[in-house]
Nanobody, 128 residues
Framework: QVQLLESGGGLVQAGGSLRLSCAASGRTFSNYYAMGWFRQAPGKGREFVATISGSGGRTDYEDSVKGRFTISKDNTKNTFYLQMNTLKPEDTAVYYC????????????????????WGQGTQVTVSS
């Protein structure tokens, strides 16, 4: 059974940083799996944040986080990350990691419907 476990969330002041981790267990994801981060703020729908291709060579970010967030992966640990810098109160949300089967190692996807596996979410709260 595949499980994705997020960690690293918490409370931070505006301008601060957090690093989220998503550790996969139950299987080793090959390079034909894209990985992504989504978030859901109170009263809002789930939105795309960042994604990385299976090869790790291609990334894509939602406009509001470009230049502040960085997605990365470590295949040796079956883990991927979201480094979040210069956090803003509007970044407050539950953050979810997810993994999507792809037919190419260079593909990424922003569409939540493409993702096959999801973590349980971790709360990130940014105070002003």
């Amino acid at each position: 059974q595949v499980q994705l476990l997020e960690s690293g969330g918490g409370l931070v002041q505006a301008g601060g940083s957090l690093r989220l981790s998503c550790a996969a267990s139950g299987r080793t994801f090959s390079n034909y799996y894209a990985m992504g981060w989504f978030r859901q703020a109170p009263g809002k729908g789930r939105e795309f944040v960042a994604t990385i291709s299976g090869s790790g060579g291609r990334t894509d970010y939602e406009d509001s986080v470009k230049g502040r967030f960085t997605i990365s992966k470590d295949n040796t640990k079956n883990t991927f990350y979201l480094q979040m810098n210069t956090l803003k109160p509007e970044d407050t949300a539950v953050y979810y990691c997810a993994v999507a089967r792809q037919w190419s190692r260079v593909l990424t996807t922003r569409d939540a419907r493409d993702y096959d596996y999801w973590g349980q979410g971790t709360q990130v709260t940014v105070s002003s």
